[in-house]
């Protein structure tokens, strides 16, 4: 595979010096893009997309050629992985994904096995080896994964939920059982973006949307764990080049203080922390990534500028910082938003590493 010509990313993330602020946006391959909606409607519903390669590849690319980002990241879903154990995943229109069988009761869940990751997710690695293909160097790809928490809450409701009423009587009723479950889980993950990995993804991201739902020895114990359970089992090194972890756990606040041992190299950090009590929290042991509100999108460019320049001066001068949102961003963003956005990033951030 050709050399990388861009590598901004990763250094980012390794905390060594960089000449400008990094930047790209979760859920950058989406729905607010007309040509995304175009290549989905082809597809014919979410998992066909998902599940074609070629596609996934194509959707992939899409935002690379409009704006100038630092990195791809893999277009597939988090709940592939409870998909491939035989959960029955499928997406309802207006109310997301759902499972015809969740595993709620504590035999269910007993008989839960790490599946067969390259028989079940082939899909995936033959994802991004074509996307590797097709990038050709330019930027690095992240692969990604849901944390054992985020997925075992869709995998014990069976679907979106707000207050996770069953996973959370797990964790008091049953904590043993809820434990088996974030093991599996974790397993299973270690599997799947190892795989990734040497498929080609340069680095990886743990999506941890549910965790910080949970009080905080119970985050500990449940969500953290496990995520520090797959970073001790994941390839951090491939072809002499480091894979770089980053963690994002919405809603972490004061957490990324713990979060900042398990392990990883960088933090995701939503937007109800600013970036410089993220950094105090951390002690500068990782990389911070973020951090500014999606809702921002939505306002004019000389509003979204004003929103960059005052993440980046959250942050502060020195290395470690990767610019995104704090969350995903939303379909309804006019793409020439997110254009001002990049722009104003890649004006205003050098400063900040003279």
């Not at 974790?186 to 680095?203: C, F, K, S, V």
């Not at 002690?283 to 960059?308: F, H, W, Y």
């Not at 001002?340 to 890649?346: G, P, Q, R, T």
Request: proline share 6%.
């Amino acid at each position: 595979m050709s050399e990388l010509k861009n590598d901004v990313f990763l250094r980012a993330l390794m905390r060594q010096p960089v000449s400008r602020t990094p930047v790209w946006i979760m859920r950058q391959a989406g729905r607010y893009l007309p040509e995304y909606r175009e290549v989905r409607g082809q597809a014919g519903d979410f998992m066909s997309l998902c599940k074609n390669p070629e596609l996934a590849c194509e959707v992939t690319m899409q935002p690379l050629r409009r704006y100038k980002l630092d990195a791809a990241i893999l277009f597939s879903d988090i709940l592939t992985v409870p998909d491939a154990m035989g959960l029955g995943l499928h997406f309802v229109s207006g109310e997301g994904p759902k499972f015809t069988s969740p595993v709620r009761t504590a035999d269910a869940i007993r008989k839960l096995r790490v599946p067969d990751v390259e028989q079940k997710l082939g899909y995936v690695f033959d994802a991004v080896r074509t996307i590797r293909r097709e990038l050709n160097g330019e930027v690095p790809l992240i692969g990604f994964a849901g944390s054992p928490f985020t997925v075992g809450t869709y995998m014990v409701e069976g679907s979106s939920s707000r207050e996770f009423p069953n996973i959370k009587g797990l964790a008091k009723e049953a904590p043993d059982v809820l434990d088996h479950l974030m093991n599996i889980v974790a397993e299973t993950t270690i599997e799947y973006l190892n795989a990734q990995i040497e498929a080609g993804a340069q680095a990886v991201q743990i999506f941890d949307t549910w965790g910080a739902a949970l009080e905080g020895d119970d985050f500990r114990r449940f969500s953290m764990a496990s995520m520090q359970k797959i970073i001790d089992g994941l390839i951090r090194e491939k072809d002499g080049h480091k894979i770089p972890v980053i963690l994002f756990t919405k809603g972490a606040g004061p957490l990324l203080t713990d979060l900042a041992e398990t392990g990883c190299d960088a933090l995701g950090v939503d937007w109800t922390t600013d970036l410089a009590s993220a950094r105090e929290y951390v002690s500068d042991k990782v990389a911070l990534q973020g951090n500014l509100d999606p809702a921002t999108l939505r306002e004019s460019p000389e509003v979204i500028r004003q929103g960059v320049a005052d993440t980046l001066a959250s942050y502060g001068k020195g290395p470690g910082h990767v610019f995104n949102l704090g969350h995903g961003i939303t379909p309804d963003i006019d793409p020439d938003h997110l254009g001002a956005l990049v722009d104003a990033v890649h004006d205003l951030s050098p400063k900040y590493h003279e």
